[in-house]
Structures are given as structure tokens and as C-alpha cells.
């Protein structure tokens, strides 16, 4: 198949999902990691046309989402420090920290600033040499090699005035915390398509084997996630767990080398917080000593307590995949994407937005 429109195709998905009906006999808990799948499930109703037994579990797989509240809280100091213009991807001006968010912030004077790229970053420490330009780096190994690579652009052009609060978070030593939680119950991965394009189907091998768990790379369009679903039941069913790729359009088995190459030259890996998980070692991206002058943490001296996520949110929950939204007290009440309590009511790839957005019609409110 050549165009998107042919994975949209509503009868080549209505055959992938009988060939589902036909293979499933037990019932099977998949959880699709990657918060663009969440978003990609709820709009094109995929819950509603397979079996019930089949169960879709949403997980940590929205960067914003699983930012931890501490971290928020830095954003927001590091916005009210003299002479700092804070950059940021758009998902995170709404997340509300312990006590204010990046929008209020830039409404009562900050200077927070929305880009669309790193490079502009670079653009407006060139155009302001008297201040520091800082830019939230929140993402999964899809985005933090572009960091990696405008650090050392920064580097090149010998910028002094550009730095990076590195709250990177990576895939792989996630899944292995999942299987590690035994309040989580998951039968399979539909693994995120984006990320594996960068660190390749081999990355989650060890976990499929450890773990004996099948491990599917699948894309967003509608015939893609039925089809990954399909291979996942296929392998539950006949007891086997492989890492296999229903995305080869885009994602090998080796991934993109030379942005795993830069990731590594910057940025080393180190324990870290994720909202909802806990400390998981090895999952974050500390910016290596060799280019500490454009580390934002190692910059400035910010001094933030350390905060409990807000009453009542269930976030924490939704991203360990052991409650839905609908099982929050708060859900469609305080908490709205015009009002919202946590990060998964905010973020484009939320769930909590995902299915306000959408309402699954098989769960009841
Ligand atoms: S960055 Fe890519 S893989 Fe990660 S949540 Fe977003 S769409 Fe999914
Ligand atoms: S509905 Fe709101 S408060 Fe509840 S888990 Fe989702 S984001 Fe958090």
C-alpha cells in the first residue's frame, strides 16, 4: 500500500478485525504504549469493534504526561528567573504545576516562549545575547536526539547564552518497570511506532524475552493498529512472544544509528522520575559533563520543593494502566481540557483527553 487512505480503508479494517474475532479465544489484556495510539483508538472507535474480552490499557506513552510534577514546578521556577526566556513545545504551557503553569506565568510577565523546533531556540539566543534561553526539553527518543543536535549546534556557534533543562525520558527501561509492577496486568505491547523508528524493533526484544511477552511496533492509522493487534493475539494465543513490526514502512530492525549516535555523544543515561511510575533506573538523559554549559540545572541554582501530584488526580494510575479515566473521581467534573487538573486532560496525546474527547462508548461514566 502506497497512500495513507488505504490504511483507512474501511474494509480492509473490517476484514483485520474479523480475522481478530477468528483468532481470539482467551481473553487478553494489550496496552498500547504510545499516546498517539491512544488518541488514533478512541478516534476511530477500535475498542468498539473488537470482542470485549479483548481489553486496550493505555500507557506512559505521552512525554508530557509522564513529566513529574517536581519537574513542572522547575519549568515554572526557571520562568520567573531575571533575564530567562523559557522555550517549550506547546503541550506544556497548560500542565498545571503544584502551584501555577507556564500559561500563568507568561500571563502575569514571564517570558515563555512556544516554538516548533529547537533551531528557532538557537534563533532567539542569537537575536537576545543578553539573556539566557532556556528550553524545556520534555520528550521520548523521538525528539531528544533534535536536542542533542542543537546542543551541538550550540556548540558549534559557540552560543553561551542557550541551555537545556533535560527531562528526557526513554521507552524501553519503562516497559521493564511495567512488567516488574504487579498491580499491572498486561498481555502484550503494541509498541510506539515513533520512538521505534529511532531505537528499532530490537530494542524490546530482551523485554519479550524476559518477560515472555509479545512486543508488536505498529503505526497510527486505523488498518496499522488492527493489524498489530491482530499479530498480538496470533502470538497469545499460540503461547509465543517475539518482537515483531507492523510498521515497516517506516521502523527496522536496527533503528535510525546516527540519531542514537548523537543522542549518546550528549546526553547519558541516568534514573529518573516518571509521574505515575516512580524512580526507573536508567530512563532518563542527563546532558554529559563535556557539555554541562548548556545544562539549564547545572546554570541556574533553582531552588523548588518537592511536590505531590494534585488531590485526587488518578494520573498516576492511568499511566501504570491500572485504572481508566473514567475510574477518577474528578474526570469530566473539575478536571476538563478547559480546565484541567492533570497533564493526561492536557497534553494532545492525554488520555484522560482522549477520552473526553471521544467518550469509549463501551465504559460507563
Ligand atoms: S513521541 Fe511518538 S511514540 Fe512517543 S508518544 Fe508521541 S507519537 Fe507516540
Ligand atoms: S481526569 Fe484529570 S484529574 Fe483525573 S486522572 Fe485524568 S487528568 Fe488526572
Redesign the pocket.
Known amino acids: 500500500m502506497k497512500y495513507i487512505s488505504e490504511y483507512r480503508d474501511r474494509t480492509l479494517c473490517e476484514n483485520l478485525s474479523e480475522k481478530i474475532k477468528r483468532s481470539h479465544r482467551k481473553p487478553i489484556n494489550l496496552m498500547e504504549v504510545c499516546g498517539t495510539h491512544t488518541m488514533s483508538i478512541a478516534r476511530n472507535g477500535i475498542r468498539q469493534i473488537l470482542p470485549e474480552t479483548i481489553n486496550l490499557i493505555s500507557g506512559p506513552g505521552c512525554p508530557v504526561c509522564v513529566t513529574s510534577q517536581y519537574e513542572i514546578d522547575q519549568f515554572i521556577e526557571l520562568a520567573n528567573q531575571k533575564d530567562v526566556i523559557v522555550t517549550t513545545f506547546g503541550d506544556l504551557m497548560r500542565v498545571p504545576g503544584s502551584r501555577s503553569s507556564l500559561q500563568k506565568e507568561r500571563a502575569n510577565g514571564a517570558d515563555v516562549r512556544v516554538v516548533y523546533s529547537t533551531l528557532d531556540c538557537l534563533a532567539i539566543a542569537q537575536k537576545n545575547p543578553a539573556k539566557e534561553v532556556v528550553f524545556l526539553g520534555v520528550g521520548f527518543e523521538t525528539t531528544a536526539p533534535t536536542i542533542a543536535a542543537a546542543i551541538l549546534a550550540a556548540e558549534n556557534k559557540n552560543l553561551k547564552n542557550f541551555s537545556v533543562i533535560s527531562a528526557h525520558k526513554i521507552v524501553p527501561p519503562a516497559l521493564v518497570a511495567l512488567m516488574e509492577n504487579a498491580q499491572v496486568n498486561v498481555d502484550g505491547f503494541i509498541c510506539p511506532g515513533h520512538v521505534s523508528v529511532i531505537i528499532g524493533a530490537q530494542a524490546y526484544a530482551p523485554i519479550a524475552e524476559k518477560y515472555h511477552v509479545p512486543c508488536v511496533v505498529t503505526g497510527f492509522e486505523p488498518a496499522d493498529i488492527l493489524q498489530g493487534l491482530f499479530m498480538l493475539v496470533e502470538q497469545f494465543e499460540n503461547d509465543e512472544a517475539k518482537v515483531e513490526i507492523a510498521y515497516r514502512r517506516t521502523v527496522t530492525w536496527e533503528g535510525n544509528r546516527r540519531a542514537m549516535q548523537i543522542l549518546d555523544q550528549v546526553f547519558e543515561s541516568v534514573n529518573a522520575e516518571w509521574r505515575g511510575l516512580g524512580v526507573i533506573a536508567g530512563s532518563g538523559l542527563k546532558i554529559r559533563d563535556e557539555f554541562s554549559e548548556f545544562d539549564a540545572l547545572r546554570k541556574f541554582a533553582l531552588d523548588v520543593p518537592y511536590a505531590a ?2 488531590p ?7 499511566l501504570a494502566g491500572t ?1 481508566n ?1 473514567f475510574q ?5 467534573k ?3 481540557p478547559e480546565t ?7 497534553s494532545s496525546e ?4 482522549a477520552y ?1 474527547r471521544y467518550r469509549a462508548r463501551d465504559i460507563e461514566l
Open positions: 501530584d494534585p485526587g488526580c488518578a494520573c498516576g494510575e492511568i485504572k479515566p477518577c473521581q474528578l474526570f469530566g473539575s478536571c476538563t484541567p487538573v492533570g497533564p493526561c486532560m492536557v492525554g488520555t484522560c483527553a473526553f
